[in-house]
């Protein structure tokens, strides 16, 4: 049985990991919950699996051997939009994941993390979750504390974004899915995603985290 999307279809998984034994654990919980799963053991063949078919959900590892997990973030980001991207590896460090992050990366675990939690993670990565693991959450929270207080006054807001939209980035920031938005709110679930594609353009980013750090940025929100 198939764990499957809100279409109905099966949700379908890329796992791109080089340590034979770690993809066959991981492959082995992801199989178990429920998934689609194909994977890869290098740069080159996550390149053509993503060409012979676009995943629901990519998770990678970031150190390959034939290059750097960040490039294919990048290339999926910008081919895939509708792709859902979680890094799972060994580098916990500032540089890494705020590059991951930065490139459309929407959620980060490292590699201690359960495989059977990681496949539970899946889950709420699909619903619209950023899932984080907590080490990497809470530098995160120390880097936007350590950011400069913006100016006394009212907030930038130099998107021009509405209130609905900015109550709906804050939402986006606690993690909410979509349908804990709507419902926060009393909107139309089927209405937040046309609120959020609205939101990405006058931010002018891609991705939620990207839309959390620029209206933490801007003074929009606070975290």
Request: charged content about 25%; overall charge negative.
């Amino acid at each position: 049985m198939t764990d499957q999307g809100e279409t109905g279809e099966a949700i379908t998984i890329l796992l791109v990991e080089d340590d034979a034994p770690t993809c066959w654990r991981l492959q082995d919980a992801l199989v178990k919950a429920g998934y689609e799963v194909r994977t890869a053991g290098t740069l080159g063949e996550a390149r053509s699996a993503l060409a012979v078919r676009a995943p629901r959900v990519l998770l990678t590892d970031l150190r390959l051997p034939d290059g750097h997990g960040i490039e294919l973030i990048r290339e999926t980001r910008r081919h895939f939009p509708d792709t859902e991207i979680m890094v799972i590896s060994a580098l916990g460090d500032e540089e890494s994941v705020i590059s991951a992050i930065t490139v459309g990366a929407t959620g980060y675990l490292l590699k201690d993390a359960f495989p059977t939690d990681i496949a539970t993670t899946v889950r709420d990565l699909v619903a619209g979750h950023s899932p984080i693991s907590a080490s990497i959450a809470r530098f995160i929270v120390r880097r936007t504390q350590s950011s400069s207080e913006p100016p006394p006054g009212p907030a930038l807001n130099t998107a021009k974004l509405t209130p609905r939209e900015i109550d709906i980035l804050w939402g986006i920031a606690k993690g909410f899915s979509y349908a804990e938005i709507a419902s926060h709110l009393g909107l139309s679930r089927q209405t937040v995603p046309g609120h959020i594609k609205n939101i990405y353009r006058k931010l002018e980013v891609h991705t939620r985290s990207e839309a959390v750090f620029e209206a933490v940025q801007q003074g929009l929100i606070k975290l």
